[in-house]
T-cell receptor, first 114, second 117 residues
Framework: AQSVTQPDIHITVSEGASLELRCNYSYGATPYLFWYVQSPGQGLQLLLK??????LVQGIKGFEAEFKRSQSSFNLRKPSVHWSDAAEYFCAVATPGGSYIPTFGRGTSLIVHP | DSGVTQTPKHLITATGQRVTLRCSPR?????VYWYQQSLDQGLQFLIQ???????AKGNILERFSAQQFPDLHSELNLSSLELGDSALYFCASASGQGGLSSTDTQYFGPGTRLTVL
């Protein structure tokens, strides 16, 4: 079974600084990988996904993520954080050819200082 | 706005009671997924329906059940409620039934917050 780990429970950055949120997965082959954002009181919104092909994936709101097979990682990045990016971020993994049910990490809470 | 609606937004009830949560998927989406988000367990998949039929089952308790109706809305029924059932329950919809389709993205509703006292 697949699993996903987000090692950082909280991350604090200053507005305008760069951001990297870590995600490591466990799966025998190349999984489907996702990043979601959950703003306070809101549902989850898909930021980006990786299925195959180019390992650098561009998403919405200026986010990107890079799939690194050798490190079993799918880290989320943003070059310049805005105060509105403060939210909970979830990495998820799903099994290709399966029922497409994602397994979620426990989430990383992003705090943005002015 | 994802296009997925969930009612009610908040629900407060007592232990032993039964509640029904409702989800309306995005127009044209045939799949509905239910998730539970709690502090203890994180975000967990409960069950998926596709065009009225159960498609996949996750960590759903026997006290919980769901169905999808001909108009594609779905209901999650929670019975014999316990304190530990207090959580945020999300519904998500997708156009397909999952599998190899790379365009099958799940769109999440705002959730129903259930508090069991």
């Amino acid at each position: 079974a697949q699993s996903v780990t987000q090692p950082d429970i909280h991350i604090t950055v200053s507005e305008g600084a760069s951001l990297e949120l870590r995600c490591n997965y466990s799966y025998g082959a190349t999984p489907y990988l996702f990043w979601y954002v959950q703003s306070p009181g809101q549902g989850l919104q898909l930021l980006l996904k990786y299925f195959s092909g180019d390992t650098l994936v561009q998403g919405i709101k200026g986010f990107e993520a890079e799939f690194k097979r050798s490190q079993s990682s799918f880290n989320l990045r943003k070059p310049s954080v805005h105060w509105s990016d403060a939210a909970e971020y979830f990495c998820a993994v799903a099994t290709p050819g399966g029922s497409y049910i994602p397994t979620f990490g426990r989430g990383t809470s992003l705090i943005v200082h002015p | 706005d994802s296009g997925v609606t969930q009612t009610p937004k908040h629900l407060i009830t007592a232990t032993g009671q039964r509640v029904t949560l409702r989800c309306s998927p995005r127009s044209g989406d045939l799949s509905v997924y239910w998730y539970q988000q709690s502090l203890d367990q994180g975000l967990q998949f409960l069950i998926q329906y596709y065009n009225g039929e159960e498609r996949a089952k996750g960590n759903i308790l026997e006290r919980f059940s769901a169905q999808q109706f001909p108009d594609l809305h779905s209901e999650l029924n929670l019975s014999s409620l316990e304190l530990g059932d207090s959580a945020l329950y999300f519904c998500a919809s997708a156009s397909g039934q999952g599998g190899l389709s790379s365009t099958d993205t799940q769109y999440f509703g705002p959730g129903t917050r259930l508090t069991v006292l």
